[in-house]
T-cell receptor
Framework: DTGVSQNPRHKITKRGQNVTFRCDPISEHNRLYWYRQTLGQGPEFLTYFQNEAQLEKSRLLSDRFSAERPKGSFSTLEIQRTEQGDSAMYLC????????????????FGPGTRLLVL | LAKTTQPISMDSYEGQEVNITCSHNNIATNDYITWYQQFPSQGPRFIIQGYKTKVTNEVASLFIPADRKSSTLSLPRVSLSDTAVYYCLVGGSNTDKLIFGTGTRLQVFP
């Protein structure tokens, strides 16, 4: 189990540029989540996939944001025309549903990609 | 989704027991209570989950009273490495995304 990995770990870009982040989940996990975290706040949900299907998107995910998980394995999160307000830590998590269990599944988080928009 | 309320920060010294209480007055019947830990520049990490009474693992204990409107995370004999932000969340198998509040920032002093 190599855990969830994210690349790059840090990204500095100028306002108006496009950026793309990658997340590699734990291999047998079929759910993949993206969260955004700003300083002093808890992570906020952005979107999630079950296999290759994107099942839910938060209102935080503006039209400039797009996420894909083309083969149900890794995922990319792209931000177009970045703005300074996009500066944050972008976290990816993966999970494997517990089937008929009642408890909430455990999500395993990657180290995040810290984005700074100048 | 049930909202949680926890203290913004707590201080402790090495070797002490730390108890962090979380309020979740609107918890639903199907909701479980889960705690995550986050170190700076890392993603959150699952600590413990429970439904009622007491749950214990190698890291922490979770106490949940009968009305389930609150819960207490107990960290025995904390060390400097326990300095982190601790988040209390509620949700069940029908809840996909995690809803984090601002968490409790625990600072452990030598």
């Amino acid at each position: 189990d190599t855990g969830v990995s994210q690349n790059p770990r840090h990204k500095i870009t100028k306002r108006g540029q496009n950026v793309t982040f990658r997340c590699d989940p734990i291999s047998e996990h079929n759910r993949l989540y993206w969260y955004r975290q700003t300083l002093g706040q808890g992570p906020e949900f952005l979107t999630y996939f079950q296999n290759e299907a994107q099942l839910e998107k938060s209102r935080l995910l503006s039209d400039r944001f797009s996420a894909e998980r083309p083969k149900g394995s890794f995922s990319t999160l792209e931000i177009q025309r970045t703005e300074q307000g996009d500066s944050a830590m972008y976290l990816c998590a993966s999970s494997q549903p517990y089937g008929q269990a009642l408890e909430q599944e455990t999500q395993y988080f990657g180290p995040g990609t810290r984005l700074l928009v100048l | 989704l049930a909202k949680t309320t926890q203290p913004i920060s707590m201080d402790s010294y090495e070797g002490q027991e730390v108890n962090i209480t979380c309020s979740h007055n609107n918890i639903a019947t199907n909701d479980y209570i889960t705690w995550y830990q986050q170190f700076p520049s890392q993603g959150p990490r699952f600590i413990i989950q429970g439904y009622k009474t007491k749950v214990t693992n190698e890291v922490a204990s979770l106490f949940i009273p009968a009305d389930r409107k609150s819960s207490t995370l107990s960290l025995p004999r904390v060390s400097l490495s326990d300095t982190a932000v601790y988040y209390c969340l509620v949700g069940g198998s029908n809840t996909d995304k995690l809803i984090f509040g601002t968490g409790t920032r625990l600072q452990v002093f030598p």
